[in-house]
């Protein structure tokens, strides 16, 4: 029997066209935002075709799952660095924002793995209740993700313009006030994650330390 390869999964070739369409996106950011915003949320909304091709080829994959991790981290780090530069005032909450991100995500997701989980939104029931609600409910991640990602768009669409105006305010400046709340939320369920991290993580240590002690004695 043929040998799998892993890397040519239909999955993780989207997850590849994601990667490379947030490199394009990346280059145009500071100076054509129709170019930008195009790549950006075609790769975004490729992310849910990535799943779907996971589940229908029966593709799931610990390197699919990080790769996907990995790419929408990625993705909104490149962002908000741009708006860092954009908006230089406010540049320590936008490296903050940068570091709370990447940092709780990867702890979580290696966590889990080191637990033998097959996914880093796998939570069981018997752990913090608000993780449990954020993964196993479509609708709130949905909602949580989007909105994140719909406060940092604004942001940089405002940078260039307001978009059409609305009782008097810009589309986008509408959206950014409705998607800050979220933001908010968001970055605070991302600190949550760094909590539940550590205590698993603690636990592991522990466990490992107990089966050290045994063999010595």
């Known amino acids: 029997m043929t040998e799998e390869s892993i890397f040519i999964f239909v999955p993780n070739i989207i997850g590849y066209g ?15 935002y129709v170019v930008a915003c195009s790549c950006y949320v075609t790769s975004a909304l490729l992310d849910a075709f990535d799943g779907h091709a ?12 990080m790769l996907d991790q990995l790419t929408d981290r990625c993705g909104t780090m490149g962002l908000v ?14 490296i903050m924002s940068m570091c709370i991100d990447i940092a709780c995500h990867w702890i979580f997701l290696h966590t889990s793995i080191l637990q033998g989980k097959t996914s880093h939104k796998f939570v ?13 409910n479509k609708t709130v991640l949905f909602i949580m993700c989007a ?19 609305i009782a008097g305010l810009g589309l986008f400046k509408i959206i950014l006030f409705l998607s800050a709340p979220i933001c908010l939320v968001k970055t605070g369920i991302s600190l949550l994650h760094l909590i539940v991290a550590s205590k698993n993580l603690a636990i592991i240590d522990i466990n490992e330390r107990k089966n050290i002690m045994k063999k010595a004695y």
């Open 124 to 136: 069981d029931m018997s752990e913090n209740p608000i993780m449990s609600v954020y993964y196993s």
């Open 54 to 65: 996971a589940r229908y080829f029966n593709q799931s994959t610990k390197f699919g799952a």
């Open 81 to 94: 660095a741009v708006l860092a530069h954009f908006y230089p005032k406010y540049m320590f909450l936008f």
């Open 18 to 32: 994601r990667i490379f369409l947030a490199i394009i996106s990346f280059y145009f950011m500071p100076t054509n």
């Open 147 to 165: 909105g994140n990602e719909a406060f940092y768009a604004s942001l940089y669409l405002l940078h260039f313009v307001e978009g059409p105006m």
